[in-house]
């Protein structure tokens, strides 16, 4: 995946079927998702540590 | 009570006082964000007008840092409720628990989940996909203070549970009853509406800067213009519903009241309004005090003769103090007016057609930037040590509410949280002021078609970009100097 900081490939993304985009966009919201998991059990096992 | 276990009380609340004090900055700045960012790209997305995307990146990326710090830090503020606070989570957490889970489902799944997407989304999922995106992690900041504010609210003005045999709160009859217990819905809207004033005046005092700088740059000026709009019409509306929620305090928490007031004695015909003073609890009076006759009972019972109990019919035990309460509450509604004033003044420059060339208004929008963060944490001080010396009000004592812990366990913890939260947030605090240290600026962060260079040279002489495989980065027909002003 790239990552576009300069949010400037709303075209480029416009031009994909719906069900593609619908499954970036689920992709990106698990990923995110499982990113953020991976943080609080960071924190979960040093606070028990 | 040994001294250890008093000692082992007082670090585990200056420990979740200075993680919430840090934790509240970033979401009281997120929420108000999030909707921010959402209108600017709806804006855009209706305009066309590339002013309204280049400040949506412009912010996007200070929203990006600050959303990942109040994630982080509200982690933690949870995790503290095992630690420190066992006995109170093992009490009330039948009937707080289910509500806090909704909280952090919330943040996980609308917030950070959408959060990815707006952040790399745009070039996979198109522009309304994109905005969707954006409008439901502003949806989840909304959400999420939602609950958290039902759960702290259930905690100033508990209903509808029951107690267990085992000294437990249990559900009662209906959820609602627990959610929407008397104080929340008039905290949730003076919340919500501090978190948009505090992010208004962090966007008008960016702008300000910027327009001291350099009064004709656009972007400045559309955000300043934006952010003197909200001040002025949300500060009367802000003034407003606080009057509101301090009458429904007078209804539900009296003593937290006579705090705010310094009113130790009782005013049985009309209470006076106490603007400055020493509040001293050992004597019972405030010293040094600059009081305005009867106008506290016009206030608070739209009677200047009405009278008001004081805190001496509050049993000492059950005093707040007083101190901290009568103090905090005073920076809140002072900084709440000085809002309103730079509010006004705006409008007073804009009616001139001064409001991009008046120095010292953007001087004064410039001072006054962080000021929401100031009046937020001085809120919840307010209200937090005004519940005192209770966790659910009136019911469970905050004594009886901590961890069976060593007062060495515990400050180690604190030490730890004071270095790692310095450090984290430290460097992530300086990150966000060199984002907004940044000139704003067409094309932000952003390059059309060709500016980027050659991809690939094979060694001759460097051509225009030959990526066949991107579309333009900008829409062709929409032409660069389009934008908006004032």
Not at chain 2, 33 to 47: H, I, P, R, Y
Not at chain 2, 312 to 334: K, Q
Not at chain 2, 360 to 374: C, D, I, T
Request: overall charge neutral; aromatic content about 14%; glycine content about 10%.
């Amino acid at each position: 995946m790239r990552f576009d900081p300069k949010l400037d490939g709303g075209e480029t993304g416009d031009a994909r079927p719906l069900w593609q985009r619908l499954g970036w966009m689920l992709a990106i919201w698990v990923l995110s998702i499982a990113v953020l998991g991976l943080v609080a059990y960071g924190i979960k096992f040093w606070l028990n540590g | 009570m040994t001294i250890d276990a008093l000692d082992a009380l007082t670090l585990a609340r200056i420990q979740f006082a200075f993680t919430i004090s840090f934790h509240f900055i970033f979401p009281a700045f997120s929420i108000g964000l999030a909707s921010f960012l959402m209108v600017l790209e709806g804006l855009w997305l209706k305009t066309g007008k590339p002013l309204y995307l280049d400040l949506f990146k412009y912010w996007l990326k200070v929203f990006a840092v600050a959303f990942a710090m109040g994630v982080v830090s509200g982690i933690v503020m949870s995790y503290q409720f095992g630690t420190n606070w066992s006995v109170f989570s093992d009490r009330a957490g039948p009937v707080i628990g289910p509500l806090m889970a909704y909280e952090v489902l919330t943040a996980f799944f609308l917030e950070a989940g959408f959060l990815g997407v707006m952040l790399f989304g745009m070039n996979r999922v198109g522009k309304k996909l994109h905005f969707a995106a954006t409008c439901l992690v502003a949806l989840g900041t909304f959400v999420s203070a939602f609950w958290i504010l039902s759960v702290n609210s259930w905690m100033q003005t508990p209903t509808g549970f029951v107690m267990g045999d085992n000294g437990q709160f249990l559900p009662g009859g209906s959820w609602l009853d627990i959610i929407f217990n008397p104080s929340f819905p008039y905290r949730l809207v003076h919340t919500v509406i501090a978190a948009y004033l505090t992010t208004a005046f962090v966007v008008g005092g960016v702008g300000a800067w910027h327009l001291l700088r350099n009064s004709a740059n656009a972007h400045a000026r559309k955000m300043f213009s934006m952010a003197m709009w909200m001040a002025a019409l949300v500060a009367p509306i802000q003034i407003f519903a606080g009057d509101m929620h301090g009458l429904n305090t007078l209804e539900h928490q009296p003593q937290k009241v006579m705090a705010m007031e310094g009113h130790y004695d009782s005013h049985p015909e009309g209470a006076p309004l106490i603007l400055f003073g020493i509040p001293d609890s050992e004597a019972k009076e405030v010293r040094y005090k600059l009081e305005i006759p009867k106008v506290s009972s016009l206030i608070l019972k739209h009677d200047p003769n009405a009278p008001l109990a004081g805190l001496d019919t509050i049993p000492d035990e059950d005093e707040p103090p007083v101190g901290i309460v009568f103090w905090s509450f005073r920076v809140m509604v002072g900084i709440g007016f000085a809002m309103l004033g730079l509010g006004m003044w705006s409008l007073l420059a804009r009616w001139r057609g001064r409001l991009y060339d008046w120095t010292w208004l953007h001087r004064a929008a410039l001072v006054m930037g962080p000021s929401g963060f100031v009046a937020v944490i001085a809120g919840w001080i307010t209200t937090e040590v005004g519940r005192q010396p209770f966790t659910v009000y009136n019911l469970m004592r905050t004594a009886d509410s901590a961890s069976p812990l060593d007062a060495p366990a515990v400050a180690t913890s604190l030490l730890a949280f004071v270095i790692v939260y310095f450090a984290v947030f430290g460097i992530g605090t300086w990150y966000i002021m060199k984002l907004m240290h940044n000139i704003p600026h067409d094309d932000e962060t952003g390059v059309k078609r060709g500016d980027t260079g050659p991809i690939r040279t094979a060694g001759i002489t460097p051509g225009p970009s030959q990526n066949p495989g991107e579309a333009d980065t900008f829409p062709a027909d929409r032409p660069r100097d389009d934008r908006g002003e004032g």
